[in-house]
Each structure stands twice: as C-alpha cells, then as structure tokens.
C-alpha cells in the first residue's frame, strides 16, 4: 500500500476547507493509505477548531499569521515528510475532488518514474473551462503564457508533458523534495510553486498532466485595478508588498526561477512589463481575447507514450 500525504495551507477559509476535506473524503482511494495535514496560518475563523472536531484524525500546524503561501506549504512539506510518505499531494484548500482524481494522479507517477503529475483545474463556476493547466514559456509574452480559452474538451487525450505545473494540485514524489529541497520563500512569499516544479525538471524531473484527474477550484479573486490606484499606492504595490501582485520582486525571482534559463529570464521581466503598459499582456482583457489553438494540438508532440 502506497502511503500518500495531503498537504494544504489555510488562512481564514473555514467553509472552503471543511468542504475540500468533505471531497477528499468520498474519493477514491483505494491502496492508498492517507493523512492530511492542515497548516492554519493564525486563522481567526475558528478553522482550527472546525476542522479539529470534524476531522479529528487531520493534522493541524500551527502558524502565526506570516506564513503566506510559500511558507505555509513549506511547513506542511516538511511535517509531511515527517510521516516517510511515497508521495505528497499538495493542494489548494478551494479544491473539489473529482472521485478518481487522486487515485489517477497517483497511477500516472507510478506508471512514469521520476514524474511529478498535476491535475486538471476547472473552475467551479464553469466546470467544463479549465485554467492554469500547462502554461508554455514564450520569451515574446513576457514569461509563461496561460491560456484562457481551454475546455475539458480541447485537452490531450493522454497525459502530456510540461514545463511547469501551478501549485493548485501538485502530486510529488517524496524523493522530489527530498532530491530537490523546498520551496523558495525567502524570494517569493507567493508564487513559491512558480519556480518549484520547473527546479525539479532542471533536475530531471518529468513534469506530466494527467487529463483524467479533475480538480473544481474557487475562481481566483480579481487584482484591484493598478492603473486606477493613487501614486503612492502604485508605488507601495510595487516595491513594498511583496504579496501585492504587482510586486517587481516577486515578478522578477517568479520568472527568473520558472524560466528555461537566467538570462533569458531576465529578458522576459521587462517585457512583460512593456506589454502590461501597452495593454498588450496575457493576464488582462488584450489575453482573454486572443486566439488560441486547443491544447491536443499544442501538446500533441509532447503527450507521452502508452
């Protein structure tokens, strides 16, 4: 029996994380042997407590409010390895489970050594549209390019590689990290997934998606409009939140670490920024009207053999 471990951070969720854990208890997931481990952030929300009394077999760490995301996922890594598991899932507490998703996450590691798998995320509100699932460097865009207008049915029909898989729904193998080391919260506070799996594939990693693992998530909340904002507001997003998604520091070590290489990640920086300020990005209104092709014709080179 393969033991696995599911890992999450939680800060003041209550509801979407009692509902995750509701999801991952109806999944399938047999010849497994599971443990969760929650890592509540000094939630104010009673999330502890919740979860205590319906999960009580869940492991709860505690943080102190600073963890944030990189940090948070760190701390749940680590007591996670703790337990000497076969593979770690690393999930987002918004997620929903579709019943065979994890045991195909796992299927597909065992079936590809040395793979780290992700799934396929759809939003909840439109769970046919999938989001965040195989980004392709283009130095051009400005960094990693997401695609908007992907569906369930424009997907591999086999699972394909990529090179990068985003931190929703990550499963690795526990010599992964122990081969690899942690996340990289002292440069990125957020994003710590940004340069995590492609350091694994630097490192001859295989980084895979699996079409038949499906995950629901919570749409990701809107950025408050920068180009609206007061100056010195600007200038705070900019340079002295680092959580802020305008954040310099944070888009220069995420691109820089996620990039194929340093120099050519130092390029994109500042391409990315010309197009932000010409209107012409991926991640605003000029992206989400852009064509794109389905993903089977994207991918179709790198789907993997049966």
């Known amino acids: 029996m393969l033991k696995l471990e599911i890992i999450t951070p939680v800060h003041n969720r209550v509801r979407e994380t009692l509902q995750c854990l509701r999801s991952l208890a109806r999944a399938d997931t047999t010849g497994l042997d599971i443990h969760v481990v929650i890592v509540d952030d000094g939630s104010t929300?009673?999330?502890?407590?919740?979860?205590?009394?319906?999960?009580?077999?869940?492991?709860?760490?505690?943080?102190?409010?600073?963890?944030?995301?990189?940090?948070?996922t760190n701390r749940g890594l680590t007591a996670a390895l703790a337990h000497d598991p076969d593979y770690i899932l690393a999930i987002n507490n918004d997620s929903i489970f579709h019943e065979k998703c994890i045991i195909n996450m796992v299927n597909c590691a065992e079936k590809y050594s040395r793979s780290v798998v992700g799934a396929v995320l759809l939003n909840w509100d439109t769970p046919h549209q999938v989001f965040q699932v195989s980004p392709r460097w283009e130095l051009s865009k400005g960094g990693f390019r997401h695609w908007n207008r992907q569906t369930v049915w424009t997907l591999p029909s086999r699972a394909w590689e990529v090179e990068i898989v985003v931190g929703n729904c990550v499963l690795y193998p526990a010599s992964a990290i122990r081969e690899c080391g942690l996340m990289d919260e002292k440069r990125l506070v957020h994003w710590g997934d940004a340069e995590y799996t492609p350091r694994m594939k630097k490192r001859g990693w295989r980084l895979l998606i699996e079409p038949t693992a499906r995950?629901?998530?919570?749409p990701n909340d809107p950025?408050?409009?920068?180009?609206?904002?007061?100056?010195?507001?600007?200038?705070?997003h900019l340079f002295r939140i680092p959580t802020s998604p305008y954040s310099l520091r944070k888009r220069l070590h995420a691109t820089v670490g996620s990039a194929p290489s340093t120099a050519l990640g130092l390029l994109a920086v500042p391409i990315f920024f010309i197009r932000y300020f010409l209107g012409r990005n991926q991640e605003g209104?000029?992206?989400?009207?852009?064509?794109?092709?389905p993903l089977s014709e994207t991918f179709a080179g790198s789907m993997v053999d049966e």
């Not at 929300?45 to 940090?71: K, R």
């Not at 950025?223 to 705070?236: C, E, I, T, V």
């Not at 209104?285 to 092709?293: H, I, N, S, V, Y």
């Open 285 to 293: 209104q000029w992206g989400l009207a852009a064509d794109e092709a």
């Open 45 to 72: 929300d009673g999330t502890a407590e919740a979860v205590a009394a319906e999960f009580p077999d869940v492991e709860i760490v505690q943080g102190d409010g600073n963890l944030w995301y990189t940090a948070g």
């Open 223 to 236: 950025a408050s409009g920068f180009r609206s904002m007061p100056l010195r507001s600007q200038f705070d």
């Open 215 to 218: 995950v629901f998530c919570k």
